[in-house]
């Protein structure tokens, strides 16, 4: 049986957060969920907080955080190009500052820490499929820049505190990764294109629609995320998770308005400053090392999303599922940890 340990998860109210909270709250394990919600929301969490190994902390990675941890995953960030852009020096004092708040914390606890990192570290990429040892091709002072060099340099204060200080370190290079629980006004293509398909509207491509993205679904990505962090003797090296089947966003249109039966017409809009035109993971490290490889086909994956953005527009109730380890548990009529939520506090350097 694996031990249970006491696990702080950044950005845990958001998307990918919300998800990987579930998972590791199932498992037993007493899970810290902190969030300033930019992006994230308390519906995404809303079923943990009767659970008793559930702590949720309203706090801001850009600043100092103590608790007594085994494990971080560092996810806090908002991964929309939308929403990234619209407060960039704020992002890149996330990605930076969050991250250097989380390895101190790491450092001080002796916790392993994890680091959602992310494609765009490969930018524009010259290089077809990108594997791990591409350097990447990224502009450092455009829009996207924010993000891309921030993550770049959350990677090197992983890679220093390793050296430096012997950190037990876990990095993964997310690819485009969709699904339940994404925010309706969230920018990003699966959410764009679903949402305008269900309501008829026209469905936004930008530039010619032939650039190409590789999608993976949430559940596949959060079981990555958890064997590259739960391997032993771990994998040094970042590690790309993602989904290697790869589409033209004219190919996802299509197949949101096939499985969606929509009326809605096709529009073409100016193609993004800087808007990778190729992107797919070459997961031969994730395979070979963690056993990994997603399961989930675009077209399943898809008819997920659609019946959950349908509840949204709907208002019903959205059918996200839950694990069985989870609704198996009688909820708490209030949720109260015994220490009160007082693991969590301003760091006394
Ligand atoms: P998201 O925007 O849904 O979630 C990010 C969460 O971080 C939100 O809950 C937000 O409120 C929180 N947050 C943002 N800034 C914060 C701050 N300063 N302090 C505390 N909390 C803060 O995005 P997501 O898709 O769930 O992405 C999660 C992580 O995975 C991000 O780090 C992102 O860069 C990375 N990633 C995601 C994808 C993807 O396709 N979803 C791809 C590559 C990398
Ligand atoms: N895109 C699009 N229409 C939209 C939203 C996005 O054609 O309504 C394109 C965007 O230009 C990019 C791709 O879809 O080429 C993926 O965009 P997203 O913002 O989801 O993520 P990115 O991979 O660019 O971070």
Redesign the pocket.
Known sequence: MTRQKTILVTGGAGFLGSFLCESLVADGHSVICLDNFHTGAREKIAHLMDEENFELVWHDVTVPVHADVDEIYNLACPA??VHYQSDPVKTVKTNVMGALNALELARHTQAKVFQASTSEIYGDPAVHPQDETYWGNVNSIGPRSCYDEGKRCAETLFYDYHRQYGLEIRVARIF?TYGPRMNADD???VS??VLQALKNEPV????N?M?T?SFCYVDDLIRGIRALMDHEPGVLHPVNLGNPVEFT?RGLADLVLELTGSRSELVFRP??QD??RQ?RPDITRATEALGWQPEVPLRRGLEKVIDYFDGVLSRRPARVEVPAALTARPPLAVRRRANGGAAVGPLAL
């Open positions: 929309s190009p485009n920018g990003r293509v764009n294109f936004t491509l930008y530039g629609g650039q993205r966003m193609l993004p808007d990778p992107r």
